[in-house]
């Protein structure tokens, strides 16, 4: 199974901390996106990494990806209020088909 | 970011009864998706649909399910004869132009 798996499965800190996901993969892939669920709502792409990139930065979120390792990690500097949601990472071979790991429930707390 | 619109937000059904789902990107795409993601869970795949023609479909994605886009816009997801099971939140998505997939705000389908 392709499939992501996120670590940890849920994250708490203060407003202003960082916060800092992982996700770990099975196979080769094509390329790594991260998106956000707000409760009970749909995915927002978040950013996406290419296989042959290693970091990759957009506004206060910053990717980086270790295919040796087949793991990505994402870093939300300076954390809001309004970035509690739960986090996914999701991979996609050639099939362009995309594998959703099970998320990570960020809450920051004001 | 390409809109994507889904109708209904929400739909109460039946078990034994069929039910579909819309779909309708705002920009033309060629490349479309269903999801589903049961409470809880992860997000899982149905089923993807390329000029006009299913190209893969998981396990999940059994008689019961068809994909269709009927007027050249709208794509649909029809559950003949829904479940129980088949209770969850179902997800379109377009494949963007560097190879993201755009979501809409998905169908919560309540089977009683």
């Known amino acids: 199974s392709q499939q992501g798996e996120e670590d940890p499965q849920a994250l708490s800190i203060q407003e202003g901390e960082n916060a800092t996901m992982n996700c770990s993969y099975k196979?080769?892939?094509?390329?790594l996106q991260w998106y956000r669920q707000n409760s009970g709502r749909g995915l927002v792409h978040l950013i996406l990494?290419?296989?042959?990139?290693r970091e990759k930065h957009s506004g206060r979120l910053r990717v980086t990806l270790d295919t040796s390792k087949k793991s990505s990690s994402l870093l939300i500097t300076a954390s809001r209020a309004a970035d509690t949601a739960s986090y996914f990472c999701?991979?996609?071979?050639?099939?362009?088909?995309?594998?959703f790991g099970t998320g990570t429930s960020l809450t920051v707390i004001p | 970011e390409p809109e994507v619109t889904q109708t209904p937000s929400h739909q109460v059904t039946q078990m034994g009864q069929e039910v579909i789902l819309r779909c309708v990107p705002i920009s033309n795409h060629l490349y479309f998706y269903w999801y589903r993601q049961i409470l809880g869970q992860k997000v899982e795949f149905l089923v993807s649909f390329y000029n006009n023609e299913i190209s893969e479909k998981s396990e999940i994605f059994d008689d019961q399910f068809s994909v269709e886009r009927p007027d050249g816009s709208n794509f649909t997801l029809k559950i003949r004869s829904t479940k129980l099971e088949d209770s969850a939140m179902y997800f379109c998505a377009i494949l963007g132009s560097i190879g993201e997939a755009f979501f809409g705000q998905g169908t919560r389908l309540t089977v009683v």
């Open positions: 990494i290419r296989s042959n990139e």
């Open positions: 196979t080769s892939i094509n390329n």
């Open positions: 999701a991979t996609d071979d050639t099939g362009n088909q995309f594998y």
